[in-house]
């Protein structure tokens, strides 16, 4: 048993490496993607990363679907978002104060907030499950179109193809590759090494599966902060929710035409809701994460995690 937990530990350890290197690679290309097309960091970490660091919980969803877990599903999606706007961003925060790009902020915030509502709404009308779908995968569309109506008039007038752009292209999709590949082995490693040591599998899903479909935006969210892209960060975390609460929340509800009933799935949403007001205000109110913020935003998600293990929290 030791000599197991040994080798796994040192697999682990090998692929938070490849992961962290393959984070990098992602964030350089993706730097060099945004200049020579000139689509802005902001806009290439929503449409780009976002979609791709969303891919664990679009494999998990439909994996959970296919096994008739619904629940696992819907909630894995919520999860992923509360480790995204609480844990992911209180880390950053707590790492490197962050100043917010005025100009960016304010159009993907209020798409953020508006697209976090939208599921929340949709849950309290009388429309079949299936048009919920349809409609959330509406709008995650009309928010790329949103987010792109700009620059596609200036792509058709002034942009110029350079042959370097498919190399940092097929850079940029290896490293994605490595990223997700990495970061799901990663995970299987850690949840064996913690059931050899008979920790409770209630902890290791609370905690090890929602953080670990996380991992790729935790990941390159650090990487990027360590080259000091924060727009490519802040398009990533954004994008990444927004791909969650529409596209593949959508997708699921309109193949499974499955019914939100569940009133611990409802709460669920409610809570994410005010965790993004809660980070809206701060990004309003002052325009920068600071430490005392991250820090704050590092409890919410103690209290929500506690809150998912039983445990009575006395504030």
Not at 105 to 110: E, H
Not at 194 to 213: D, H, K, M, N, Q
Not at 237 to 258: D, E, K, M, P
Request: hydrophobic share 60%; glycine share 6%.
């Amino acid at each position: 048993m030791v000599l197991s937990i040994l080798i796994q530990a040192i697999l682990l350890l090998i692929f938070l490496a490849i992961l962290s290197f393959s984070s990098d690679l992602t964030i350089k290309n993706a730097e060099k993607i945004a200049r020579i097309t000139k689509l802005g960091e902001m806009v290439l970490g929503f449409l780009l990363l976002s979609i791709a660091t969303s891919l664990p919980e679009m494999a998990i969803s439909f994996s959970a679907v296919s096994e008739d877990t619904i629940g696992i599903a819907i909630g894995n999606l919520f999860g992923s978002n509360m480790v995204n706007l609480s844990l992911i961003l209180g880390l950053i925060a707590l790492l490197r104060p962050v100043t917010v790009p005025r100009g960016s902020l304010r159009n993907i915030s209020l798409i953020l907030f508006l697209t976090s509502a939208i599921p929340v709404l949709l849950l309290n009308v009388s429309f079949p499950s299936r048009i919920t779908g349809f409609l959330l995968i509406l709008v995650f569309f009309y928010f790329c179109y949103y987010s792109m109506k700009r620059k596609i008039s200036f792509l058709k007038k002034q942009f110029v193809w350079k042959a370097s752009l498919m190399k940092f292209l097929l850079l940029l999709c290896l490293g994605l590759g490595l990223v997700i590949i990495s970061s799901r082995i990663s995970v299987v490693l850690a949840s064996n090494i913690a059931r050899e040591l008979e920790i409770p599998e209630s902890f290791i899903g609370a905690t090890l599966i929602a953080i670990g479909t996380s991992l790729p935006e935790l990941s390159l969210s650090l990487s990027a902060l360590k080259r000091r892209k924060i727009s490519l960060l802040l398009g990533n975390l954004i994008g990444s929710n927004l791909a969650n609460l529409t596209l593949i929340l959508g997708s699921v509800l309109l193949v499974t035409g499955f019914s939100i009933t569940n009133f611990a799935i409802f709460s669920t949403l409610v809570v994410n809701m005010l965790i993004l007001n809660i980070v809206l205000w701060i990004f309003f109110g002052r325009e920068r994460l600071e430490r005392f913020e991250g820090i704050s935003l590092i409890l919410i998600y103690i209290f929500f995690l506690a809150s998912l293990l039983g445990i009575e929290i006395a504030i």
